[in-house]
């Protein structure tokens, strides 16, 4: 699926990356989790957040 949202800024496209790696060994896990482990681990604000949390939903990365 080919989509036209973008992430910006070096550390949101890292946690977007961790979380496919992390969502590979563990597909069951809901992503709100590992979207609040990337916040956390790669001090994304709040509205680099809501864009990840969004981003994976639709992606299923």
Same mark, same amino acid.
Do not use: Y
């Given at each position: 699926? +080919?989509?036209?949202?973008?992430?910006?800024? =070096? !550390?949101l /496209?890292? &946690?977007?990356?961790?979380? $496919? %790696?992390?969502? *590979?060994g #563990?597909? %069951?896990?809901?992503? &709100?989790?590992? +979207? #609040?482990? &990337? !916040?956390?681990?790669? #001090?994304l $604000?709040? *509205? #680099? $957040? %809501?864009?990840?949390?969004?981003? +994976?939903? /639709? =992606?299923?990365?």
């Amino acid at each position: 699926m +080919v989509t036209n949202i973008h992430p910006q800024g =070096e !550390a949101l /496209k890292k &946690a977007i990356q961790w979380i $496919s %790696e992390k969502r *590979k060994g #563990d597909p %069951e896990t809901n992503p &709100a989790k590992w +979207v #609040d482990q &990337a !916040a956390f681990q790669f #001090d994304l $604000s709040p *509205k #680099d $957040s %809501e864009f990840l949390l969004r981003f +994976v939903r /639709k =992606e299923n990365c």
